[in-house]
């Protein structure tokens, strides 16, 4: 099972673009990788998925090399409202294995 | 409203006192998994289940049960609480098939003290 490792904080202001790297060095062939967002006494919250190369939504950019070691989730143009916990997710989540580890997340503090 | 809800929401109780915590979701989903979340230790998988009858341990399964006989529904069972089970437990859903994106859906979490 892959475990995953991200750094515990980051402050930004406000308009800027934020990158969020997380480490996932024995990610499996099956293994997909998630993202999600936790604002304080709430559930987190999917903010996108990728298997390789890059996936772009509404919300967020995806990056992944091409060994998949590493993703970097990027916020393009953060506001206050962004400021919550991102959780990196890697795991089979589609197929057989429905065991999960989720890293320690990293906690976003954007400023105005 | 597509949801995972969770009951009861707060709950105090004293150690070895057998408690339920319920979680329900409404869109079909397959795989369902509960959540404890501590400071400093993000989310631990305790039980996951990939369907009806089919459940499996996650990382921290101990002092916990779950069953899930019907789709909608994944209790999770802690049959003599202690306090170091003092935590906020999350239920999530996620659908294994027909999808392009495999999204958990989580519960508003249910916040447990044992005393």
């Known amino acids: 099972?892959?475990?995953?490792?991200?750094?515990?904080?980051?402050?930004?202001?406000?308009?800027?673009?934020?990158?969020?790297?997380?480490?996932?060095?024995?990610?499996?062939?099956?293994?997909?990788?998630?993202?999600?967002?936790?604002?304080?006494?709430?559930?987190?919250?999917?903010?996108?998925?990728?298997?390789?190369?890059?996936?772009?939504?509404?919300?967020?950019?995806?990056?992944?090399?091409?060994?998949?070691?590493?993703?970097?989730?990027?916020?393009?143009?953060?506001?206050?409202?962004?400021?919550?916990?991102?959780?990196?997710?890697?795991?089979d989540v589609g197929g057989s294995q429905g065991n999960l580890i989720f890293g320690k997340g990293t906690k976003l503090s954007v400023k105005p | 409203e597509a949801q995972v809800t969770q009951n009861p929401r707060y709950l105090i109780t004293v150690t070895g006192k057998k408690l339920t915590v319920t979680c329900s979701q409404n869109m079909n989903h397959e795989y369902m998994s509960w959540y404890r979340q501590d400071p400093g230790l993000g989310l631990r998988q305790i039980y996951y289940s990939m369907n009806v009858e089919v459940t499996d341990k996650g990382d921290v399964p101990e002092g916990y049960k779950v069953s899930r006989k019907e789709k909608r529904n994944f209790p999770l069972i802690l049959e003599s609480p202690s306090p170091n089970q003092t935590s906020l437990y999350f239920c999530a859903s996620s659908s294994l098939s027909g999808v392009e994106e495999y999204e958990q859906y989580f519960g508003p979490g249910t916040r447990l003290t044992v005393t």
């Open chain 1, 1 to 91: 099972l892959a475990k995953t490792t991200q750094p515990i904080s980051m402050d930004s202001y406000e308009g800027q673009e934020v990158n969020i790297t997380c480490s996932h060095n024995n990610i499996a062939t099956n293994d997909y990788i998630t993202w999600y967002q936790q604002f304080p006494s709430q559930g987190p919250r999917f903010i996108i998925q990728g298997y390789k190369t890059k996936v772009t939504n509404e919300v967020a950019s995806l990056f992944i090399p091409a060994d998949r070691k590493s993703s970097t989730l990027s916020l393009p143009r953060v506001s206050l409202s962004d400021t919550a916990v991102y959780y990196c997710l890697v795991g």
